[in-house]
């Protein structure tokens, strides 16, 4: 039985604890890659104890998959372009850029390895979905015909993951591209 993390403050003792330890998880990672790591090392670069890594995560792959879902939130709302398609593109190609990254691919995978019952999972889509809800409702100030948000998750969002997780190889802009050029077309008026 793994342990859960509990419910806390913003702030205090707790939110100095999560930090050291994400940036000692980080920083060990970089040095070490994350063959070096055990709940011992990451105690002692972020001084605390090994008891209250146990205690919070549980285990070392569910520290992992905690460390990966904060890095796999983005820092900043979607630029804004001026048009539906140019914030699209330029949002898609950019996850695309981040997540098929070695270390994208590798924070997806502790993310979703270190969580059976599927919460990050959840997590990390409501990420892409506010980022995508963001896009779409600028676009409809706009005055722009915009697809609905499942639709962009499903045809933008899903393809990128799968092939990320799957099919691993080159991803390029164009394909991003692509997928957002099949959810204009599908969600365009018709005639």
Request: a negative charge; glycine letters at 8%.
């Amino acid at each position: 039985m793994s342990a859960k993390p509990a419910a806390t403050r913003p702030g205090g003792r707790s939110a100095r604890v999560q930090q050291s330890v994400h940036e000692a998880v980080r920083a060990l990672v970089e040095e070490r890659g994350r063959e070096g790591l055990t709940v011992p090392v990451v105690a002692a670069r972020a001084g605390v104890t090994p008891s209250t890594i146990y205690r919070r995560w549980g285990d070392l792959q569910e520290l992992l998959a905690d460390v990966a879902v904060q890095r796999l939130r983005p820092d900043t709302a979607p630029e804004d372009r001026g048009s539906l398609r140019d914030d699209l593109d330029a949002w898609a190609e950019q996850f695309l850029d981040e997540m098929s990254s070695p270390p994208g691919r590798a924070y997806i995978r502790d993310a979703l390895s270190g969580d059976p019952e599927g919460r990050n999972a959840g997590r990390c889509s409501a990420y892409a979905a506010e980022q995508l809800g963001v896009i779409l409702e600028r676009a409809t100030e706009r005055g722009e015909q915009a697809p609905g948000l499942e639709a962009a998750m499903d045809q933008v969002v899903a393809p990128m993951v799968y092939r990320i997780l799957f099919r691993p190889g080159p991803l390029t802009a164009d394909y991003a591209r692509s997928l957002v050029d099949t959810l204009l077309a599908r969600s365009a008026p018709t005639a």
